[in-house]
């Protein structure tokens, strides 16, 4: 499991700030969506054109954008995604909300920061800062 810095233990892992070995995933970034009535948007996904991606919902319509602002020579990354947004309970409140589950395969040939933020069209934003070093430990 890739190191998650400052906050690195359970239950709350810190996904805002990690630290990862170059060619590893980042620990999972769950983004909350819902519409602008707080209604959970479920069914949405990714669509990745290079370093930048649509966030579409269930019938393509695009709702937000993904950009990933890579370390300077990175070209093998990726954002993985498990799939469509589910409907489950946000972690403090409780209250039901559209979560897309999302990781950064890390280029295993280039170490550096990358930077990801998501952004609804609504104005929902948040950025997440992946550093990869060759001297973090692997995932396990």
């Known amino acids: 499991m890739p190191n998650s810095q400052p906050n690195p233990g359970p239950p709350f892992p810190n996904t805002l700030y990690q630290q990862v070995a170059a060619g590893d995933e980042s620990l999972t970034m769950r983004f909350f969506i819902c519409d602008r009535n707080g209604d959970p948007i479920v069914g949405a996904d990714i669509v990745m054109n290079g370093w930048v991606g649509d966030i579409v919902d269930i019938t393509g319509r695009r709702i ?29 409140s409780g209250i039901n909300t559209g979560i897309l589950n999302v990781r950064l395969q890390t280029d295993p040939a280039s170490t550096g920061d990358y930077e990801v933020i998501f952004r609804l069209l609504n104005g929902n934003s948040r950025t997440h800062r992946i550093t990869a070093s060759l001297n973090n430990p692997p995932n396990t």
Do not use: K, L, N
């Open 64 to 92: 937000g954008q993904v950009r990933v602002s890579p370390p300077p020579g990175a070209r093998d990354f990726a954002i993985v995604t498990d799939g469509p947004s589910i409907m489950a309970p946000a972690f403090v």
